[in-house]
């Protein structure tokens, strides 16, 4: 019998390769771009599976063209860019993944708020520019001790966030619409706050909250108006929740004494007038400034666990079983959902 063909869209690990391949024929991305969606377009089409990452788009002409699908795996913890109702209508299994990235991403926060508080980049720079001679009285940053930090957003990554935070002497505040119960509050040593009275008392912020309708642009002139004066920002959650030209004011006028960030408005484009750079002012402020290329989760074994357990979900699905991530429960109009493949 013919295996059944599977679409990857993204370089993946060879471990995932390796699972696969015995049971499945293995039409791959080798590069790190995405796919071309005219590419997926065509392959989809004589598909019987898909793995899907975050800039993926399975709309309705997409579903509309596979034939043969039986399951759209992503590598995303929530539905994203997928339509779902059509997956469902056409008897598509759509699976998502448990959330392995909140650790990394915790760890990547506190990385950047201590370089960008102890100015370690420029200390950097300093030495190979080859002026370094010795100490001397310079590059004085900020410590963290005996400071107040604030978390905008307490869901997994706020909460992992507060507990590698936990050895660091400061005061711990966090803003959320949905308390934590009591009892997590007190194991994390966290005072709940409101968002206004976060902002005033806090040395620093860090931003972990979900990109909504609500949340776009909720840092501010006006929000970081109501900062501390001299505050340090860090944003770990989606780079449209920042207003990236209010930031560069706040950092010329001295609201802001620094800016670390893991993501950018300019990835969000979910949004049809999302930028198409980074704001140029920011990237030259390089001395108040800390920048990662959206690295949270880029740690070897939990991007390679990601993508294997998407590639359960294909296999479960190729064999007649109902996926473990599975989101929806599709129509089996045309067979494909319920029987094995082999």
């Keep these: 019998m013919t295996k059944p063909r599977v679409v990857i869209t993204h370089w993946v690990h060879d471990e995932v390769i390796d699972y696969l391949s015995s049971q499945c024929e293995l039409i791959r991305n080798n590069n ?3 796919m071309p969606r005219k590419t997926l377009l065509k392959e989809i089409g004589t598909a019987d599976a898909v793995m899907l990452f975050g800039k993926d788009l399975l709309d309705g002409e997409m579903i509309a063209a596979a034939h043969k699908l039986r399951i759209a795996a992503t590598t995303t913890i929530r539905p994203k860019n997928v339509d779902m109702d059509a997956c469902t209508k056409r008897g598509i299994w759509y699976t998502t993944v448990p959330d392995m990235r909140h650790t990394p991403a915790a760890e990547l926060a506190v990385g950047l708020l201590i370089s960008v508080t102890r100015m370690l980049p420029e200390g950097d720079r300093f030495i190979r520019s080859g002026k370094f001679n010795g100490w001397r009285a310079d590059h004085y940053g900020t410590g963290l001790s005996g400071k107040t930090l604030g978390i905008l957003g307490m869901g997994a990554l706020g909460q992992s966030i507060a507990r590698r935070l936990e050895g660091f002497d400061m005061k711990l505040l966090y803003a959320d619409p949905s308390p934590l119960l009591k009892d997590r509050e007190y194991a994390l040593k966290l005072n709940r706050k409101s968002q206004d009275d976060l902002l005033a008392s806090c040395d620093f912020v860090i931003l972990s909250l979900p ?7 909720l840092i501010n002139a006006k929000t970081i108006g109501k900062m501390k004066k001299g ?6 959650a989606r780079g449209s929740v920042v207003e990236e030209s209010a930031v560069v004011k706040a950092l010329e006028g001295g609201g802001l004494a620094g800016y670390a960030a893991d993501v950018f408005a ?3 484009d979910i949004f ?3 930028p198409e750079s980074i704001n140029p002012a920011l990237v030259k402020n390089s001395l108040r ?9 880029a740690v070897e074994d939990v991007r390679r666990n ?18 473990h991530g599975a989101v929806n429960q599709p129509e089996v109009s045309h067979g494909t959902a319920s029987e094995p493949f082999f």
């Design 32 to 34: 790190r771009e995405s």
């Design 211 to 217: 990109l909504l309708p609500e949340t776009r642009g």
């Design 231 to 236: 505050a340090y920002l860090v944003n770990m």
């Design 266 to 268: 300019m990835e969000d």
């Design 272 to 274: 049809s007038d999302h």
């Design 289 to 297: 400034t800390v920048f990662t290329p959206h690295i949270g989760s």
């Design 306 to 323: 990601i993508t294997l357990d998407a590639a359960q979900n294909i296999l479960e699905a190729i064999a007649g079983q109902r996926p």
